[in-house]
């Protein structure tokens, strides 16, 4: 059913945007979740986080849809199984591969081709792999004169998943696991105008690459999981003159222990670690807090410098959590729990009490609730000395909230949630950036409601909507709360698919979204020692880009002949092609200024063929 969300051309994890609580990032970044910026939130793989869930412009996820048999999303209030983290998480589980008979799938469309392959290994052992690899760069040099830009924007990705498993005893299985992915973009801008810092190259790249054991185990009432994944991460990127590098070796291990105690009470031990042994390079402009900083937009020919930071980051950073799933009654569970984590780069603890519960009033009625703790650490580089301040300590989300889910026979599904989050210890930047240059001086609160309804029929048909309302905002080194740049009040996702027999299917997606806060520039002062007009600016995010809304179809016919199905489908992106601002481009010195807009009008074909 996931698959036939249109926009997303069949990947599963693509789906996360129409879910409730997931603001929509406005870079075509990693979801927002519940007013949470996307580095505060993480999507976990098998229980280990991945660097992102998207690739560059949120195309596509890191994963094939066919690897993934769950999704699951915890937007707050999730268990103290995982840490680290302010926001939300976003959990994914591969599938392991079935041991009947060989599949086979090739998918070609106009963005990215794709193939998986899964087969078995014996009786109790199987094999998948899969990969993929974006198109656009081959249609963008075929098809685009090269006199009609004065900018060269070719971005690529691909990634690629290889899981294998063998059953070792009947309750025991081993996983073995690799994955991978990168990201590139390459610009060349002869004459940057305004901003002479960034004539030149312009390029980004981000690459992951990673090898995971995992054993699983049950003998009556006690269950286990061990798991260690090693990974090498690069991150670059390049503007004219300045460069930023990161890259290193990361170690993930986790260890889990359930036991049943009683047939109404479990009890769940585990303990996390994350070590990473970074090697970076720096050389640009002064970096302020990650959100609300009034210079990201002023010329970065006039923003001043920081050279040369050039250090070995290493850290380790373990956890371990505790917690008991108790039913005092048949309807009611209670889950108590207590995560301990410590932050090597910064030598600061964190202790994180949490409590949700379940309550089933009737069969088809659930009322539930949650409170509790949740830390986060600065950025590593937060804590260099040249540019950060090593005293800092991890800043704290307290989140609460409290719904009810309600059926209506066996195909209509009601949710009503409202949550409310204080942030505590936010990290901001100091006066004019000046040393310390951070402090814990933040604060933040998001507060809101959510509605989804899901409902399906006859025929295959089915639909899902959801509405968010919500508020974000944060409070920095002085003044009173503003609204957090991704805040976005209104929230409206539709999405409807129905088979018409004889192999066809149709859908509908509609997103109606509240633009982001933007800064106004009120008017420019020119600067006579760099020969740049520099901007200044109203309040911070006093001022919003105009609602967002799209509508995406997608068509599909499949043609089974025995073992093998052939498909073919139209997915269609931005239906009547809107024009919504996602930005503003300014002239030189300030006085005009242009609508930046997003994705136009975007048919993608494909064919897909089945074994």
């Known amino acids: 059913t996931i698959r036939r969300v249109a926009g997303t051309r069949g990947d599963v994890l693509k789906s996360v945007e129409i879910l409730p609580g997931v603001a929509r990032p406005a870079d075509g970044g990693d979801p927002v979740l519940r007013g949470a910026a996307s580095y505060e939130s993480k999507t976990y793989l098998n229980g280990t986080p991945v660097p992102f869930l998207y690739h560059i412009g949120g195309l596509a996820s890191f994963m094939s849809p066919y690897l993934v048999e769950r999704l699951e999303l915890r937007p707050s209030n999730f268990s103290v199984r995982y840490g ?18 060989l599949k086979a799938v090739v998918d070609l469309n106009l963005i990215d081709s794709s193939a ?35 900018v060269v924007a070719a971005p690529i990705y691909y990634d690629y998943q290889a899981l294998g498993f063998v059953d070792l005893g009947p309750n025991t299985r081993l996983r073995l696991m690799g994955y991978g992915s990168s990201d590139s973009v390459e610009l060349f801008i002869d004459d940057a105008g305004d901003d002479p810092a960034l004539s030149g190259d312009i390029a980004g790249k981000l690459k992951s690459h990673r090898a995971a054991v995992e054993l699983e185990s049950r003998s009556g009432a006690v269950s286990g999981n061990l798991s260690v994944t090693f990974g090498h991460t690069e991150i670059g990127l390049n503007f004219g003159q300045f460069e930023q590098i990161l890259r290193g ?20 031990l585990g303990a996390d670690a994350w070590i990473y042994f970074y090697d970076g390079w720096y050389h640009g402009p002064y970096p302020g807090q990650l959100e609300g900083d ?10 001043r410098l920081v050279s040369d930071v050039d250090k070995g980051m290493d850290a380790a950073n373990p956890g371990a959590y505790v917690d008991l799933a108790y039913r005092p009654i048949d309807a009611l569970l209670v889950t108590p729990g207590v995560r301990v984590d410590y932050y090597g780069a910064f030598g600061a603890f964190s202790v994180d009490p949490r409590l949700s519960a379940r309550l089933e009033v009737s069969p088809s009625t659930t009322l539930k609730g949650g409170v509790g703790s949740y830390s986060q650490a600065p950025e590593f580089w937060q804590a260099l000395d040249s540019v950060g301040n090593p005293d800092l300590n991890p800043y704290r989300a307290i989140q609460t909230s409290l719904g009810v889910e309600q059926r209506a026979g066996d195909s209509l599904e009601l949710g ?27 604060k933040g609160r998001v507060f809101g409601a959510e509605l989804s309804l899901e409902a399906s029929w006859q025929n295959d048909g089915r639909a899902f909507g959801a509405y968010t309302l ?6 920095d080194y002085s003044g009173g709360y503003r609204l957090f740049e991704a805040d976005q009040t209104h929230i409206l996702s539709l999405a409807a698919s129905q088979g018409l027999g004889a192999g066809w299917d149709v859908g509908l997606r509609f997103r109606l979204v509240s633009g982001n806060p933007t800064t106004p520039i009120a008017g420019a ?20 880009n105009p609602t967002f809304h799209q509508l995406d179809a997608r068509v599909e016919k499949r043609w089974v002949m025995g073992a093998f199905t052939l498909a073919t489908y139209l997915d269609v992106q931005n239906v009547y092609n809107a024009e919504t601002q996602e930005g503003v481009r300014y002239s030189y010195d300030y006085s005009e200024s242009e609508s930046v807009t997003g994705l136009p009008f975007f048919p993608s074909l494909g064919l897909r063929g089945e074994l």
């Open 116 to 150: 998986y392959v899964e087969f078995p290994l014996g009786d109790e052992a199987g094999f998948a792999a899969a990969a993929r690899r974006s198109n656009i760069d081959f249609f963008f040099e075929a098809f685009v004169p090269e006199d009609s830009y004065s």
């Open 84 to 101: 680290r983290v302010a926001g939300g998480i976003i959990e994914v589980k591969a599938r392991d591969p079935e041991s009947d008979r």
């Open 249 to 268: 070796p990361e170690l993930y291990g986790r260890a889990e222990l359930g036991v049943e105690l009683a047939d109404n009470l479990r009890l769940g």
């Open 416 to 442: 009503v949630e409202g949550f409310y989050k204080y942030l505590d210890d936010v990290v901001v930047t100091t006066p004019n950036r000046e040393a310390p240059h951070y402090t814990n001086d933040g």
């Open 470 to 475: 919500s508020r974000s905002e944060r409070k």
């Open 294 to 303: 009034l210079n990201e937009n002023a010329p970065l020919g006039s923003q």
């Open 525 to 544: 002062v020119y600067d006579a020692r760099t020969g740049l007009y520099v901007p200044t600016f109203g309040a911070i995010n006093s001022d919003r």
